[in-house]
């Protein structure tokens, strides 16, 4: 009787690594194999940007036009990308994966807003502060993202870029984030508790 409660529990701890193994593996090979696009991001809520140890993304291309806004949420929408002078922007969203180019998946969710699958970004603790002043800083072209898309569509946040430089959160800790201008951020003023 022994014998089948462990071969039941080696077989669950086995089925639960391969299944991590197989999701680690997949977001390597598309950061290994995917197209890099460079996409802009913008301030989803001032009040609640950064919570615990990650940041929430929102990006400029995550509006679903008007023609969509009936689609109902979890709806595959693929949007296809061209490169501009600094950030990859949007040309068409189509219900069908197009069969050439480059374009990444997103889901529909509230609000006519796309979900690619890259709205957090993890960041040690302490460091958030700097992206959500540079988020919020009055410069729309403060904060970008890098990121691999593979031949599907999917999305795997390669870097963070603040004012174009890779957001390093070990030099955070130990010096002020520069602007576009070369000067220091000023700190923002933290809202009272009560208004966030």
Do not use: C, H
């Not at 193994?21 to 290994?32: A, R, V």
């Not at 197209?35 to 809520?45: E, F, G, K």
């Not at 870029?161 to 602007?179: C, I, M, N």
């Amino acid at each position: 009787m022994k014998g089948k409660y462990l071969a039941g529990f080696i077989t669950i701890v086995g089925a639960q690594l391969l299944l991590l193994l197989g999701m680690i593996g997949f977001n390597e090979y598309t950061l290994q194999t995917g197209a890099s696009v460079v996409l802009q991001t913008q301030p989803v809520d001032p009040r609640s940007l950064f919570q615990g140890d990650y940041v929430v993304l929102g990006y400029k291309i995550d509006q679903a036009p008007g023609y969509l806004a009936d689609l109902t949420p979890g709806t595959r929408v693929y949007v296809t990308l061209v490169a501009g002078p600094e950030v990859w922007e949007a040309q068409q969203y189509l219900l069908e994966r197009p069969s050439q180019g480059t374009y990444i998946a997103g889901a529909m969710s509230g609000n006519r807003r796309l979900d690619f699958g890259i709205g957090t970004y993890f960041v040690p603790e302490g460091t958030g502060r700097i992206i959500e002043q540079a988020m919020f800083s009055g410069d729309p072209m403060a904060v970008k993202v890098r990121a691999a898309v593979d031949r599907n569509g999917k999305a795997v946040i390669q870097e963070l870029l603040v004012y174009g430089k890779p957001f390093d959160p070990r030099a955070s800790l130990q010096e002020p984030t520069p602007g576009p201008d070369g000067q220091p951020i000023p700190p923002q003023p933290t809202p009272p508790e009560s208004v966030r």
